[in-house]
């Protein structure tokens, strides 16, 4: 039976008066991280909006430990902190919960240091496509075409693809999720802390600010992502690959909504002419191609 919204803790681990933007995709991450896994967690945040949003020192808007790290060391001090756990004989879920540049770019050797040693942690990368906290720059996940401050005219290069990279190392655990469908989410963390080893979690983040849409509608563009099969919802289980969420039910190409209807909703596609729209409609295409293989 699957998991219910009923059944959630009511416990919240993330405060009000946190100083995230209307609308954030990593303070809702946070949040769904605490209904998760509850109060037996150590959260490891590398430079990021996820460090902003806990507060001003020496308070703080999260009530579980954390210790904020420079960009790169996020999946080494979390291995270091995870020997000596293990050392003390103590069961806690050390959790990195890094944005796509402490992920794919800045922090990319050390996770993929981790997931050849095998460390036992769950790293979570929120996707928002871009260094949102630091001006809206680009980055290794901002897609063909999006608009930002260092591509005014949009991006000439494709997403990098760090969920394959990180299930190409053979790690017990890879899986998408999206802000827009929670349970999915909690779901795969509740899964992966069970496991020994490293565990991935690319979680879609869909940013207001830096995407240039409306702050309330933040779960009606993730839902849009997915609807439109433009992220896809799977997860990798010891290699078992399998379609997760509404993802199940959008292998035939005419079950899915019209890529167009993503792209419209946000300003950072507002510039695309014809050519770029189709050539990002066949990239999600040639995405699901190689979907069906799998």
């Excluded at 919960?97 to 770019?105: H, K, N, P, S």
């Excluded at 997931?115 to 871009?130: H, K, Q, S, T, W």
């Excluded at 899964?191 to 933040?218: D, N, V």
Aim: contains cysteine; proline residues 5%.
């Amino acid at each position: 039976m699957s998991l219910q919204i009923k059944e959630l803790d009511r416990k919240e681990y993330l405060l009000p008066g946190h100083t995230a933007c209307p609308g954030c995709p990593a303070a809702m991450g946070l949040r769904l991280l605490g209904k998760a896994l509850g109060s037996n967690i150590i959260l490891v945040i590398p430079a990021s909006c996820a460090t902003i949003i806990q507060g001003a020192f020496p308070k703080t808007s999260l009530t579980v430990p954390v210790i904020n790290v420079p960009f790169a060391s996020s999946a080494a001090i979390a291995s270091g902190i995870n020997g000596a756990l293990g050392l003390q004989h103590k069961d806690v879920n050390v959790v990195v919960f890094a944005g796509d540049g402490g992920t794919g770019d800045i922090g990319l050797q050390a996770l993929s240091g981790a997931a050849e040693r095998g460390e036992n942690i769950l790293f979570i990368c929120y996707d928002n496509e871009g260094y949102e906290n630091t001006g809206i720059q680009r980055s290794c996940s901002t897609p063909y075409g999006a608009w930002t401050t260092t591509t005014i005219k949009g991006k000439q290069e494709k997403r990098k693809d760090i969920p394959s990279i990180i299930a190409a190392h053979g790690v017990p655990y890879v899986a998408t999720a999206s802000v827009s469908y929670p349970l999915d989410f909690i779901e795969k963390v509740r899964k992966s802390s069970k496991m020994k080893g490293l565990k991935y979690i690319h979680l879609h983040a869909p940013c207001p600010t830096g995407w240039r849409f409306p702050s309330e509608k933040t779960i009606e563009v993730g839902k849009l992502a997915v609807l439109t099969g433009t992220w896809i919802l799977f997860e990798i289980e010891y290699g078992s690959f399998r379609l997760t969420g509404p993802s199940r039910f959008l292998l035939d190409k005419g079950k899915r909504r019209p890529v167009e209807e993503y792209l419209k909703a946000q300003g950072r596609f507002k510039h695309l002419n014809s050519e770029m729209i189709k050539r990002i409609v066949e990239e999600v295409e040639s995405k699901w191609v190689e979907i069906k293989r799998l």
